[in-house]
């Protein structure tokens, strides 16, 4: 099972954005049924930074909530994809004026 782009979500966001909302209810509640049964016993975290809280969904986001100073690292592929978006109205000059900071990756991505 794929979590990105997963085909059965993305019919549920067309469903909603339709105004059919027990259509989307009910392909959105297949997808979270899915991920349920193949994910009770395997790591569905994409995150590859060192964490405490990897796989803890609900208290990485509290965390997270909390401080309100970056997102999970899980959600940084969706935003960049979308401030890559608004960066091509500069020629991605911001780029320029970025240096990400140096993270403590898992053993496996090191």
Do not use: W
Not at 22 to 47: P, V
Not at 48 to 56: D, E, L
Not at 71 to 89: A, T
């Amino acid at each position: 099972m794929i979590i990105e782009n997963n085909p059965k979500e993305i019919a549920a966001m067309q469903e909603f954005h339709k105004g059919n909302r027990a259509e989307g209810l009910k392909l959105q509640e297949e997808f979270a049924s899915e991920f349920r049964e193949e994910y009770k016993d395997k790591d569905h975290c994409s995150c590859k930074k060192a964490c405490r809280y990897h796989g803890n969904c609900k208290e990485c986001v509290a965390i997270h909530r909390a401080h309100q100073e970056h997102v999970p690292n899980c959600m940084r592929p969706i935003l960049n994809k979308k401030f890559k978006i608004l960066s091509e109205l500069t020629e991605h000059t911001l780029a320029n004026e970025i240096e990400p900071p140096k993270e403590v990756l898992r053993k496996e991505f090191q």
